[in-house]
Nanobody, 122 residues
Framework: QLQVVESGGGLVQPGGSRRLSCAAS????????VGWFRQAPGKERKGISC????????YYDASAKGRFIISRDNANHTVYLQMIRLKPEDTAVYYCAVGSGCTVLAGSYDYWGQGTQVTVSS
């Protein structure tokens, strides 16, 4: 089956860091573009960043630049989202999405994980 799984969420102190991972079952993640999204309670799902499959180019939403870094480890077939200087407003469910091209638009992706909760609180 084709399945996308996020991991790495949890509770983190304000100002702290966290790294999320995205992996896949049933297909090779290396061949696809991967995007990260998040959805806070009562708000729309919003794109954070994405990374291309062919050239590895990365893209970031303006609100994410400077505190979020996306990367790909083909040896482990994994895409990461490194988050630093986290704030309480970063609290959300974070989703990994897989598609044919890199975009921060949710409708462009074919496969989605179930999400991993990140809570930023003291």
């Amino acid at each position: 089956q084709l399945q996308v799984v996020e991991s790495g969420g949890g509770l983190v102190q304000p100002g702290g860091s966290r790294r999320l991972s995205c992996a896949a079952s049933g297909f090779t993640l290396d061949s696809y573009a991967v995007g990260w999204f998040r959805q806070a309670p009562g708000k729309e799902r919003k794109g954070i960043s994405c990374i291309n499959n062919t050239n590895g180019r990365t893209y970031y939403d303006a609100s994410a630049k400077g505190r979020f870094i996306i990367s790909r480890d083909n040896a482990n077939h994994t895409v990461y989202l490194q988050m630093i200087r986290l704030k309480p407003e970063d609290t959300a469910v974070y989703y990994c999405a897989v598609g044919s091209g890199c975009t921060v638009l949710a409708g462009s992706y074919d496969y989605w994980g179930q999400g991993t909760q990140v809570t930023v609180s003291s």
